[in-house]
């Protein structure tokens, strides 16, 4: 037998291990393509499921965000006008800022001052024109400027706070509650330390400040101011107030009611002979005694006329950035009371 030469045997080692690598690359590159198959089917069964599911932008999910759209306009247009009456009823002390992003305030101190004291006197002519008594010489929740001016930087929430207080004692005078016991309001005068209004630490007319802060919605959407208002009056006079409240054009939210009755015990029977009078305790006859066990005998109401003392947290809600209406929607003019230097 003769001997395979060298180079032969190189050349068929050579070729086996090239056969053995591309074997070994064709079962690597297969198996790749097998599994990129299974994921194209993975793929293409969650596609089907988004698809199925209205997530993908077809035709008819198109026609869905269009008509949303329409119906979130025709929300917007509908709360815009309430909207801008509420904020035009505070257009004598601030306006929107020129590049439309929140509010600036229009007065400066003595201008506030001025305000103050018309807004003052014309509360006070409705309470005498309404029988409403008043505590002596009232500030209505702003004593301590009855003789200096705010701080410039304060007159845009004292002016807010000094409206919605006219808002809310026309109410109630008109509702012929029987008096004004007091008025307490967050102290917008003091600043906490992130700059947030609010706060009692140095204020000395306690007896009108409110334990609470003036507090901001998301991206200043709005502003609550909290006040407190204690008063006397009859059932009917309190549901007047209540209904009013509600209706307001301003955003008003009763967020808490104490009410006492005045009376904590009932009427004796001496109390109840003593306001009769002689016709009805004679049983119509003059001069004669009366009779309690007879068809004749006393009758005479015992509850049911008392006053209520109320205590009444309102927080006013004013909106800061108004949203935009479509060029659909109209702006609601100021009524003649809520126009600067109209009636109050």
């Not at 107030?241 to 967020?255: E, G, M, Q, Y």
Request: hydrophobic residues 40%; contains cysteine.
């Amino acid at each position: 037998m003769k001997k395979i030469p060298s180079n032969i045997k190189s050349l068929a080692v050579l070729f086996l291990v090239s056969g053995l690598m591309a074997g070994a690359l064709c079962y690597w590159f297969g198996t790749q393509i097998d599994e990129k198959i299974l994921r194209i089917g993975e793929i293409h069964k969650q596609m089907e499921t988004l698809s199925g599911g209205g997530i993908l932008p077809t035709r008819g999910n198109l026609k869905g965000l269009q008509s949303n759209d329409a119906k979130l306009a025709e929300i917007l247009n509908s709360v815009q006008a309430p909207i801008q009456k509420a904020s035009s009823i505070f257009a004598a002390v601030r306006s929107p800022k020129p590049d439309g992003k929140g509010i600036r305030g229009l007065l400066d101190s003595d201008s506030w001052k001025r305000l103050f004291g018309e807004k003052r006197e014309q509360l006070r002519k409705l309470a005498g024109a309404n029988k409403v008594k008043l505590p002596e010489d009232y500030d209505f929740g702003f004593k301590a400027y009855r003789l200096t001016s705010p701080k410039a930087d304060a007159t845009l929430d004292l002016g807010v706070q000094l409206l919605a207080i006219e808002q809310v004692n026309q109410v109630l005078f008109n509702a012929r509650i029987k008096s004004l016991n007091g008025i307490k309001r967050v102290i917008v005068e003091e600043k906490r330390a992130d700059g947030s209004a609010g706060g009692l630490a140095s204020f000395t007319e306690g007896d009108e400040a409110m334990p609470a802060a003036v507090v901001s919605g998301p991206n200043d959407a709005y502003k609550v101011y909290p006040f407190e208002f204690s008063f006397t009056g009859s059932t009917d006079a309190l549901t007047e107030v209540v209904n009013k409240l509600v209706a307001s054009d301003c955003f008003f939210i009763i967020r808490s009611l104490t009410v006492e009755n005045e009376k904590n015990s009932i009427a004796t029977r001496s109390e109840i002979k003593g306001v009769a009078s002689p016709a009805i305790a004679g049983g119509g006859l003059p001069g004669a005694q009366p009779d309690e066990s007879g068809p004749n005998k006393l009758v005479v109401p015992v509850v049911g006329q008392e006053l209520l003392n109320v205590r009444m947290r309102v927080d006013l809600i004013d909106f800061q950035n108004l949203p935009t209406a479509s060029s659909g929607g109209k702006k609601a003019p100021a009524s003649a009371e809520t126009q600067p230097g109209g009636k109050s």
